[in-house]
Nanobody, 113 residues
Framework: LQEQESGPGLVKPSQTLSLTCTVS??????????WTWVRQPPGKGLEWIGT???????SYSPSLKSRTSISRDTSKNQFTLQLNSMTPEDTAVYYC??????WGQGTQVAVSS
């Protein structure tokens, strides 16, 4: 399995970030596969953002839940992160991954006017 993130590298404050993870080598609907978004701000540790299960159910970090939505397109074998009301504190490398499995290479997102 391989994951590849795509999306803008720069967003303005208050805008919505939309990132897509394209999965190859397997189906995102495979039983008991959980797909997650994680980020790492500069100089800080990894932060879990949220997860979408093989069933389509979702769970989110409590600290980000009010601004986060994760969805999927099974026809394209993709899942997508939307993070609203971006601020400079959301600047980070964003990763998509399969829980207990492989990770994408990450994509840098900067929030700046």
């Amino acid at each position: 399995l391989q994951e590849q993130e795509s999306g803008p590298g720069l967003v303005k404050p208050s805008q919505t970030l939309s990132l897509t993870c394209t999965v190859s080598g397997g189906s995102i609907t495979t039983n008991y596969y959980f797909w997650t978004w994680v980020r790492q701000p500069p100089g800080k540790g990894l932060e879990w953002i949220g997860t979408i299960a093989y069933s389509g159910s979702t769970s989110y970090s409590p600290s980000l839940k009010s601004r986060t939505s994760i969805s999927r397109d099974t026809s394209k074998n993709q899942f997508t992160l939307q993070l609203n009301s971006m601020t400079p504190e959301d600047t980070a490398v964003y990763y998509c991954a399969r829980l207990s499995g492989s990770w994408g290479q990450g994509t840098q997102v900067a929030v700046s006017s």
